[in-house]
């Protein structure tokens, strides 16, 4: 065997082989099984593109039907996981509230019958049905008030928005919700994607997969940034201050949120498309200031680091979206979350079709031969 040189972030050492997804980072292209991601937002739902990624073709009628049917009625949660979560500070962030409850959705469900069909269904089933009503339980419980139990007529987008408002959403605003999950549901092997399959690669349980997923999609330089860019943009607070904020943090190497990305050296595809979105919002329901002050973030970034290749990535328009809909701020990394998981399970059902344990090597540089010294001499 040869020994690679070391790349720290592995950047550019191929991890797996995949057929999910494909991303030119040059040209801007994103596929999710050889489907562009403009025609899928355009024509498909997210449950057909789930199921697209998750079984490799596109669904007929039927099989659609009967995904979307068993979905719908297995998104109740279990009382012991409701009130489990009851438990939660409500200080505590809602990635780590999914996190823990996800995990927590393993042990009512240990059986580890990988190879089985079955086993496999139930567990997308299961963990895409309830991922969002623990989301908006959570939202609801640490406000003070009971969740909102889901309603079966609803779908997906538009029962997860109103489990969250309390009240039924606009139709454009679930189209649009539902959009977004087919622009987050997947995307190659980034950080928490790669988490999914070294811990599938174990042979563990799949809630285990997700809940080791979302620990790592919560961190700010991968699903967190969308948090953060709201944050900035709000103190930024004027199209004046745009440029000497930037400036400011450029000169001191701070990295500016929603942009840049290791494979992405043009605009995403899907910030084109969640800005497009966002725009159909404020013709809608409203002016949003911030979007202007986005804008100009965009144009200044262009110019001072865009021959770097640094340019938005899919978490610069997605805060301003999800902020129309009324959703707050510390759960845009949540809702990235039910999007994704549908991205993780297409991933651990590919790894368990030709296993092999993770274990990559390391370079050590450390110490050798080293004597112990006793602790009254240190
Ligand atoms: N703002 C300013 N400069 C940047 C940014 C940024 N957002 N991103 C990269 N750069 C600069 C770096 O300072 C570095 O410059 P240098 O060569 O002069 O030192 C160069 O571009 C390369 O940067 P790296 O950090 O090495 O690029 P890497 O591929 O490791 O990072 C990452 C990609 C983590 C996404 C980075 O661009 C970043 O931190 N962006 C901000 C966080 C963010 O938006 N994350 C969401 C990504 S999308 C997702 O995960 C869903």
């Known amino acids: 065997m040869t020994l690679c040189e070391y790349k720290p972030g592995l950047e550019g050492i191929p ?12 040209k801007g292209i994103l596929e999710y099984r050889g489907i562009r991601i403009e025609e899928l937002a355009e024509k498909s739902t997210f449950l057909e593109t789930a199921y697209l990624l998750i079984w490799g073709q596109l669904p007929s009628k039927e099989e659609l039907e009967a995904f979307e049917h068993e979905i719908r009625y297995h998104r109740r949660l279990k009382y012991r996981i409701r009130d489990m979560m009851k438990c939660f500070p409500e200080s505590g962030h809602p990635m780590d509230a999914l996190q823990a409850s996800a995990a927590a959705l393993g042990l009512f469900y240990s059986r580890r019958d990988l190879h089985n069909p079955v086993y496999i269904r139930d567990a997308v089933v299961r963990l895409m049905a309830t991922i969002p009503t623990m989301v908006a339980a959570f939202e609801l419980m640490r406000r003070g008030n009971d969740p909102v139990k889901p309603r079966d007529n609803l779908d ?48 563990t349980d799949p809630y285990a997969v997700v809940a080791s997923a979302v620990g790592t999609l919560g961190g700010p330089l991968h699903g967190g940034a969308n948090e953060e860019v709201i944050q900035m943009l709000e103190e930024i607070g004027t199209v004046d201050n745009v440029r000497p904020y930037l400036e400011d943090r450029l000169q001191r190497k701070a990295k500016i949120m929603g942009f840049g990305h290791r494979v992405y050296k043009v605009k995403d595809p899907r910030a084109n498309i969640l800005q497009s979105l966002a725009e159909q919002l404020f013709e809608k329901f409203g002016y949003d200031k911030y979007y202007e002050i986005a804008q100009e973030v965009e144009r200044v970034m262009a110019e001072k680091v865009g021959s770097k290749g640094i340019y938005p990535n899919v978490d610069f328009y997605s805060g301003l979206v999800y902020r129309k809909m009324g959703i707050p701020t510390d759960l845009f990394t949540p809702v990235f979350a039910i999007a994704r998981v549908a991205g993780w399970l297409a991933h651990w059902k590919e790894q368990l079709a030709e296993n092999r344990i993770f274990r990559p090597t390391q370079i050590y540089n450390g110490l050798h031969e080293v004597t112990y010294t006793p602790i009254e001499k240190r």
Do not use: W
Request: glycine letters at 2%; aromatic letters at 8%; proline letters at 3%.
């Open 15 to 26: 991890a797996a082989q995949s057929s999910i997804s494909h991303v030119d980072g040059q």
């Open 156 to 203: 997906y987008a538009a029962n997860f928005l109103y489990m969250l408002n309390e009240k039924e959403p606009d139709p454009l605003a679930a189209r649009i919700f539902d959009i977004c999950l087919i622009l987050h549901v997947e995307h190659t092997m980034n950080a928490s994607t790669f988490s999914a399959r070294v811990t599938a690669s174990t042979l």
